[in-house]
Antibody, heavy 121, light 108 residues
Framework: HVQLQESGPGLVRPSETLSLTCAVS?????????WGWIRQSPGKGLEWIGTYFHSGSTYSNPSLNSRVTISVDTSKNLFSLKLKSVTAADTAVYYC??????????????WGQGTLVTVSS | DIQMTQSPSSLSASLGDRVTITCQASQHISKYLNWYQQKPGKAPKLLIYDASNLETGVPSRFSGSGSGTSFTFTISSLQPEDIAIYYCQQYDNLLGLTFGGGTKVAIK
């Protein structure tokens, strides 16, 4: 059973870069899946951040596009999120998730447990 | 962006009741609609994909229907473990995946 686990600092200062990684266990990266990030502000709904497709192409939420970088390290079985120039509005629980290739990159079929990131000085 | 509007935002029903949630898309999305369940303090879990397909391992009391702009999610007989927030999500536009605002289901 594939497991995803987010990790990274729980506190980030305003204007700095939020960096998270998602370790994928019991699975080796292949072309069967894409990899994505979603966040949920306290007490709010879900917001898609971005998806990493094959060959290094990434789609990001237009509202965040210029601040988001998603990358994959197949040698370490993990993928990463970097969000630049954060503000308090970026405080949220961040989830990593898997998207089956068969879905074209639209179905999140396996999620990490989530990690809370607070932006504060 | 394609806007997804769920209703109601919350509901209260008795155990064994049939529960229905609707999700309206701001434009045509064919069948590209998923439903997720989120229990308190947990990550969302995929229940239904492509509007009506039950994810493996999900109880058959959960079902989905619809296409185009109007979709329905149903719990045929509400169970205590179904207390959660349910979200719809469209993927007609892969450059702008969007979720509905959620429906909180409680026991009356």
């Amino acid at each position: 059973h594939v497991q995803l686990q987010e990790s990274g600092p729980g506190l980030v200062r305003p204007s700095e870069t939020l960096s998270l990684t998602c370790a994928v266990s019991a699975y080796s990266f292949s072309s069967d899946y894409y990899w994505g990030w979603i966040r949920q502000s306290p007490g709010k709904g879900l917001e898609w951040i971005g998806t990493y497709f094959h060959s290094g192409s990434t789609y990001s939420n237009p509202s965040l596009n210029s601040r988001v970088t998603i990358s994959v390290d197949t040698s370490k079985n993990l993928f990463s999120l970097k969000l630049k120039s954060v503000t308090a509005a970026d405080t949220a629980v961040y989830y990593c998730a898997r998207l089956p290739y068969r879905s074209g990159g639209g179905i999140f079929d396996n999620w990490g447990q989530g990690t809370l990131v607070t932006v504060s000085s | 962006d394609i806007q997804m509007t769920q209703s109601p935002s919350s509901l209260s029903a008795s155990l064994g009741d049939r529960v229905t949630i609707t999700c309206q898309a701001s434009q045509h999305i064919s069948k590209y609609l998923n439903w997720y369940q989120q229990k308190p303090g947990k990550a969302p879990k995929l229940l239904i994909y492509d509007a009506s397909n039950l994810e493996t391992g999900v109880p058959s009391r959960f079902s989905g229907s619809g296409s185009g702009t109007s979709f329905t999610f149903t719990i045929s007989s509400l169970q205590p473990e179904d207390i959660a927030i349910y979200y719809c999500q469209q993927y007609d536009n892969l450059l702008g995946l969007t979720f509905g605002g959620g429906t909180k289901v409680a026991i009356k």
